[in-house]
């Protein structure tokens, strides 16, 4: 009896961690499709053969089409917010500092990485209930820099401009290059870095003798 029971637990481990190993290749797979469609168009039954599944199975883990996508893009939103806290470590951040660790990881990203990320934010437009979890993500970057002058402006101006990039990329409006990217990710780097300068000095006059 004990045997059978761990025998039933045993199999029932094995089944959960066959769905989320399933559940990944999905998602890597529509990625791959997307990807290669330039960011267009992508069909179930791609994904499904790219998957190496039934079309039938990847209806069971995502009934639609803008269901998978979302999972797709949460994923994709979470390993790019882990990067950036992997940057900043576990020491309190200005919101300098996490804009400046957002450039730096998007400079350290591949083209391909980049080109999937703008494909996967776009492929949403047309659901902006389902865009929430990119939503969040800019929110918490851009909300801190409301200002209508000063550094926090120049900040957000840097910030508005390379994301601006990158959504026109993934929506297909204008090809950039990855050199030309790079060139613009540059810039806005050595903005932030010249404001977080200027701050730090302040910072270090005013704890200074009096």
Known sequence: MIMRLISRKCKGLNLTRKKEIDRDRILDAAESVILDSGGRTFTLDAVAERAGISKGGLVYSFATKDGLVRAALEREVSRFQDAVRQRLGDKPVDPFEMVLAHIEEALDEDDATTRKAAFLVTALVHAPDMMEPA??????????????????????????????????????????????????LLHARDIVIAVLARHRAAVRNDLGPK
């Open 135 to 184: 939503r969040r993500y800019y929110r918490s970057l851009l909300d801190p820099l409301l200002s209508k002058s000063g550094d926090a402006q120049n900040v957000r101006h840097a910030l508005l401009a390379i994301e601006g990039l990158f959504l026109l990329r993934g929506l297909g409006f204008v090809e950039f290059s990855a050199d030309e990217q790079k060139s613009v």
